[in-house]
């Protein structure tokens, strides 16, 4: 998917200039050089971005509200992109999140602009929450929405509490990822947590005697 096609479009028609898409990317990539030089978000100012993706100030204006909303748009862009689900079943889909979380976390390892942008992030409460809002939270909803669906077709009890679930497949991964740099992220940890959670949180079905 495209940035700009990854980004939310408005209803109805769009006044104004179109969107180019040049133009969104070499803005993105005037954030990263910034970022790789070492300036710090405090120092990352429209003008500064402005002058070295070579636009102007209004051209970056008309597409995004202030630098934090752009810089969350660098964070997403440098990120593995959001996957598509299978569809099929729960289970698959459940591996399929978490294999993209894995990957997220993979890449926050192995890019180091990847990972003064997480750490700078954290450190602004104003673009920290614009993050989860924008992009952690509807993935959860996402994870949510699987784990409702299995519900429903029978393929979890109905007594479980779904955030709860949510957490314990999702805590594994974020665990290694975030809190143990250290940890390994090997191929198939995906599976091997869903599958373990799944163990207990299936139905009990029925044998006839």
């Keep these: 998917m495209s940035l700009a096609e990854s980004r939310p479009r408005p209803d109805g028609p769009v006044r104004g200039r179109p969107r180019s898409e040049a133009v969104e990317r070499a803005i993105i990539e005037g ?35 202030g630098k934090e909303e752009l810089f969350i748009d660098v964070v997403r862009a440098v990120e593995p992109a959001d996957p598509e689900l299978p569809g099929v079943c729960m289970r698959d889909d459940l591996v399929v999140l978490l294999e993209n979380l894995r990957q997220r976390g ?6 180091a602009m990847l990972h003064n942008a997480h750490a700078q992030m954290k450190s602004s409460p104003r673009i920290w929450a614009a993050y989860h809002a924008n992009v952690v939270a509807p ?71």
């Design 106 to 111: 993979l890449a926050s390892r192995t890019s």
């Design 31 to 65: 954030v990263m050089k910034l970022l790789e030089d070492g300036v710090s978000l405090a120092e990352l100012s429209v003008e500064r971005i402005a002058r070295t993706a070579g636009v102007g100030k209004a051209t970056i204006y008309r597409r995004w509200s």
């Design 139 to 209: 993935r959860r909803a996402l994870g949510l929405e699987v784990l409702r669906r299995g519900q429903r077709d029978g393929e979890l009890r109905t007594d479980v509490d779904l955030e709860l679930a949510n957490d314990m497949l999702v805590g594994p991964m974020l665990t290694r990822a975030v809190l143990r740099p250290d940890a390994e992220l090997p191929e198939g940890l995906a599976e091997q947590i869903v599958d373990t959670v799944l163990e207990g949180l299936r139905p009990v079905r029925s044998t006839a005697s």
